[in-house]
Nanobody, 115 residues
Framework: QVQLKESGGGLVQPGGSLRPSCAAS????????MSWHRQVPGNQRDMIAY???????DYAGSDKGRFTISGDTTKNTMFLQMNNLQPEDTAVYYC?????????WGQGIQVTVSS
C-alpha cells in the first residue's frame, strides 16, 4: 500500500514562510485526491486544501491567500506554500490521499510559529 511522507515543517517566526511537501512512496493510480490537513491538540483535524489528479484544487477555509497548494502528478508529490505564518497556525500538518484503494494519511509534521 502506498505510504505518504511529509517533510518541511519546523519552527518559524511570525510572518515567516514554510513549504511542506508530501511524497508518495509509489505511483498513484488516477483518479485521486490529495489534501492537506492540520490539527491542534484537542481539536479536530481540519482540511486546508485539496489537489486532484486532474489538476484542480481548492481551499477549505480562510487560508486562501496565505496558503497555496500545488502538486506534481508525475512525481506523486504535493506541496503547501505557507506565507505570513502566525502563531495560530501552529499545529501538526498532515497530508491525505484518497484513491481507489481508500484513504491514506501521512505521519504528520509539526509546524510551530513563535518568536
Amino acid at each position: 500500500q502506498v505510504q505518504l511522507k511529509e517533510s518541511g515543517g519546523g519552527l518559524v517566526q511570525p510572518g515567516g514562510s514554510l513549504r511542506p511537501s508530501c511524497a508518495a512512496s509509489e505511483s498513484i493510480l488516477k483518479p485521486y485526491v490529495m489534501s492537506w490537513h492540520r490539527q491542534v491538540p484537542g481539536n479536530q483535524r481540519d482540511m486546508i486544501a485539496y489537489f486532484t489528479s486532474s489538476g484542480t484544487y481548492d481551499y477549505a477555509g480562510s487560508d486562501k491567500g496565505r496558503f497555496t497548494i500545488s502538486g506534481d502528478t508525475t512525481k506523486n508529490t504535493m506541496f503547501l506554500q505557507m506565507n505570513n505564518l502566525q502563531p495560530e497556525d501552529t499545529a501538526v500538518y498532515y497530508c491525505r490521499l484518497s484513491d481507489g484503494h481508500g484513504v491514506t494519511w501521512g505521519q504528520g509534521i509539526q509546524v510551530t510559529v513563535s518568536s
